[in-house]
């Protein structure tokens, strides 16, 4: 019996990492796995492909941070200064910010990072003081070996204006790479508590 | 490929096809194994997973707090997920089961009711990250199968509160439990899987093959342990020197732990090899993780086997 639900896991294991690899995966592998082994090992956090490179030299591998401020409808300066995240925060916890960060500088061009971009201009409406706000993804471009060795030039890969008319939380797109000055929200939905839903893509 | 350590009992004689399949898979699962190898690896798991617990805490009520940063409806995955964190809806009930969870983990570092103590550990590190899988890293992925794998085995027989309390009970001490092996099999397993999948993943980007990458993860001006840009702006060649022997490593160690002859030798340079990349590449907790998962086959009894 130990020898069959290991050969299980084992088959489940090759096809955790077919299914998730960079380049994808075929429809048949994909859909076993999804209808065979996802369900139990997805919750277990071991439907996992492994497919960690460390790099490769694009863009998306720079290190990103979080700005959010009160918006201000004329651009003016502000009175505070953004709050930024990870700010002063070292090691895996600023990781995770890092983490968060880039997968909201990806909103761009992945609609589906766009509900994360609203949660956290809402989470942070608090700190801010007020329910409309400006969140900001940062991306601090990897540097090219042959360039000058100066600091390298923070470029905003994504930038919108989070706010709360009514109960509904409205996410409009400010600028960024792949969307510009969009005037009407692009994601409208009543807010209760956490009102902003979201397809999501596998971790 | 040969199998890994047999049992000193058994049949002497050589069968040929799928019976000699099925010897050395029971071999290789269920001979009877020295629990201290997977004691260690149970102690420095959940030290490493407290440190990642660690890492969460500050924080943890400014992502999935009432009304925080990460709604449980934007986590940002598809797909079966399930966790108990998405149903604490108030800061206390968040809090709660964060500390069973570093309660938990401070259990399997001490040996305190190791099975149960693995088990919920696992339980809810895998509901930790379902709540926000958006914040997770590889080394987070690493803890994971490394509490599941202790969940298998009997971890705590050997260096823990458990043994003692049952040696001061008079209880001898536990028989040689199958599970050991187990447990340190699927251990070897998931490190060769991660490895052999970050290495696909390497393979696929021009970076790893013209000797570049090593220079791309030192340029992350934000998140870099080490800065070896001066470094590697004076010599080409040294660049490409690291980024081939990350390669090369990964290589070695994904075919040598399943060899006999050199599975003692690649795992004890796993120890040493893995904390560096993971330094190199910003994530030190990912390279602590595979060198854990190398503890066993580096210090575990060679290939003579365990008897009890």
Known sequence: MASVVLAVYLVGLGLTIAGNSVSGSSALLRTIKQRLFSPWMGPAWLDLGFDQPLTYGLPEDADHDLEVRRFEVDGGAEKNGPLRFPGNRTGERAARWRRLARRIASAASDETAVPLAAGFGQGAFEAVGGEDVAVRAVRWPLEEREAPAEGPRPVKPYEARVRLIDGELQLVELGGEAKRGELAPVLREQSAGAAVTGEGTSP | MSGPARPTT?????????????????????????????????????????????????????????????????????????????????????????????????????????????????????????????????????????????????????WSLDRWISARRGSPPPAPSPWVRVALGLVRVHAVAITAGMLLAQLKGDVWWDGTAAWWLTTRSQSRLVDLTGLYRGSEYLMNLVTHAIVGFEILFAIGLWFDATRRLVARAGIVAWPLIGTLAGEPFWGLALAICCVPDAFGPDRAGYTA
């Open chain 2, 10 to 158: 058994g049949a002497d004689s050589a069968p040929s096809g799928l019976a000699a399949v099925g010897e050395a898979w029971l071999a290789y699962w269920f001979a009877p194994a020295d629990p201290r190898p997977l004691a260690l690896v149970r102690i420095l798991t959940g030290l490493l997973g407290l440190a990642l617990a660690a890492s969460y805490a500050a924080d943890l009520e400014a992502w999935f707090g009432p009304g925080g940063m990460i709604p449980v409806s934007a986590t940002g995955r598809s797909g079966p997920t399930f966790s108990l964190f998405a149903m604490a809806t108030s800061a206390s009930a968040l809090q709660t089961l964060f500390g069973v969870l570093v309660a938990a983990l401070v259990a399997v570092t001490l040996g305190l009711a190791s099975r149960g103590a693995c088990l919920v550990a696992a339980v809810l590190w895998a509901a930790l990250l379902n709540r926000g899988p958006v914040l997770a890293g590889p080394a987070d992925d690493c803890l994971a199968v490394l509490l599941w794998c202790l969940a298998v085995g009997p971890s705590g027989s050997v």
